[in-house]
């Protein structure tokens, strides 16, 4: 299973960006990636995430995701996230089973749910109804997942896997496992909405 991390807030605290991150880590060593938004820095990688690296991120807003490699070969690199369309970022945790309806020309289902997160966005919805559309027009059974919306907001959203929330003086930090005694699990079926 697959792991996320986020933040959103004025300036990360490193120690608990990087224990969000390691956590994240934890569940997914076959690739890694992270974004950051206003000023777009997008890294992706095979191998595992190494936590350390993100001490030093000052952004605003961080995305972030770990993958376990669950459907193809563990080497393609097409499966690491953040997937980005039109400035728009997503980080899944789930398998979308119908992700080739949603956009043929994706490179995974990740890359099928943000275009179709996009596309909603692009027709006019605000953020939290275009992710309740692409999420139904996806057959998904159980996900986690982050959005990092082009305006900044964060969106978080789980059924039947985990996310986890801190909020703190500096932001508000996710992970798909708990990194901090103050965390606590999102509900299911609760989808947040922090704006900058």
């Known amino acids: 299973m697959c792991g996320l991390f986020a933040f959103t807030g004025t300036h990360p605290d490193p120690t608990l ?3 969000a991150a390691t956590a994240a880590a934890a569940r997914g060593p076959h690739g890694h990636g992270w974004a950051t938004h206003p000023n777009p820095i997008i890294h992706r990688a095979p191998g595992p995430l190494d936590p ?5 991120l000052a952004a605003p807003r961080i995305i972030g995701h770990a993958r376990l490699a669950t459907r193809g070969d563990y080497r393609d690199t097409a499966g690491i996230q953040p997937c980005r369309a039109d400035g728009h970022l997503v980080a899944h945790n789930g398998t979308i089973r119908n992700w080739e309806t949603l956009d043929p020309r994706a490179a995974s289902d990740s890359a099928a749910l943000a275009r179709a997160y ?3 966005r ?3 919805d605000g953020p939290a109804t275009a992710l309740r559309a692409a999420l139904q027009a996806a057959d998904t059974p159980a996900w ?3 959005v990092l919306d082009a305006t ?3 969106l978080a959203w789980r059924r ?8 703190h003086d500096s932001g508000v930090y996710y992970a798909s496992r708990s990194f901090h005694p103050d965390a606590h699990q999102l ?3 609760a989808l947040t909405v922090d704006t900058p």
């Open 144 to 146: 986690a997942l982050l």
């Open 52 to 56: 350390a690296h993100l001490a030093d």
């Open 17 to 19: 960006l990087t224990d």
């Open 122 to 124: 692009t027709a006019g």
């Open 187 to 189: 509900a299911p079926d």
């Open 118 to 120: 996009a596309d909603r």
């Open 152 to 154: 900044g907001a964060l």
């Open 160 to 167: 039947g896997l985990p996310l986890w929330r801190l909020d």
